[in-house]
């Protein structure tokens, strides 16, 4: 069960067991960070759609793997006008690695986020990065988790899937918000979840739609909605990594 009492999908719950089980690095990480919010001003000022592309070997909700070299794929990305990378570091059920987002931020100039299920202070040292994934629904001290990132110089980026865990985030300081279509607990698609939720985030946080975002279309929909930028793993993975983030980026 999550912090809310409710059932989560097996795969969530192997997930977490796994992540409780993680220890962190041996020494106090202190980052560097490029910014996030600069990054999608950025891209705006250019004409693209701020889009984090996310390196995402596989998932318990994608069939197959992709095995190519993740700096590959992260070059391409940014050739393809990404304005920032996620990167999984999750190994047994997404495939990444620490070292693989190591490799990336170093062979790139954009932000890159660390995707993973992080739950104790500790392992926010495993590895530098210029964003980090913090899931309000799986975090117990979430503002003390927020402010551990931030002493270390990361962006934290808090994701949400629900009005009461927004409430969470903005309490906890978040700036970066980060509104997952994808339900967790039965690991169900509504982008009516992003459409649902924006309308109460604070003016002065970047927001971003997560999950679910498969078309220009989508992108359109979630821009209308009050998206600043949106983070796109599997249908940008799903083939010509290049095209597929410039389809999205000139949505």
Known sequence: MDANGEELAPPVRSIL???RERSGGEERVSVDARSFPDAVAAAEADGRVPVIAEVKPTSPTTEGRRDDDPVDLAAAMVEGGATALSVLTEPEHFGGSPEALERVRAAVDVPVLRKDFILA???????ASDLVLLIARFVDDLPG???AAEER??????????RAELDRAVTAGADLIGVNNRDLAHLEVDLDTFESIAPGVPDDVTLIAES???????????RSAGADALLIGSAIMDGDVTANVRRFTTA
Not at 153 to 162: D, I, K, R, S
């Open 17 to 19: 067991s796994t992540a």
């Open 121 to 127: 202070e500790s392992q926010l040292d495993l590895v």
């Open 145 to 147: 988790l927020v402010a």
């Open 153 to 162: 110089g990361f962006q934290p980026l808090v994701e949400v899937h629900t």
């Open 212 to 222: 679910g975002i498969a078309t220009p279309e989508d992108v359109r929909r979630m």
